[in-house]
């Protein structure tokens, strides 16, 4: 089996991530708690719902970042 170079393996997700609406979803997912849980770790006091749409919103921008090079094609 023939190795992907990393750009077209990133490439390959992008793609992905604006094709499959549950595959997003999942990649944002899984962002917004690594964010989440991170902020949590920190020990500050925060409200949970206002760290929760937070969380959610940076998920949604890092991935649109990250697949718009791939709309401008």
Not at 13 to 30: F, L, P
Request: charged content about 25%.
């Amino acid at each position: 089996m023939e190795r992907m170079n990393l750009n077209d393996a990133i490439n390959r997700v992008c793609v992905e991530i604006i094709n499959d609406k549950s595959y997003r979803i999942g990649w944002e997912a899984n962002i917004a708690m690594a964010f989440k849980d991170a902020f949590d770790f920190s020990g500050h006091k925060h409200d949970n719902e206002v760290v929760h749409e937070v969380a959610n919103k940076a998920a949604a921008n890092f991935l649109d970042q990250l697949t718009c090079k791939m709309c401008n094609k």
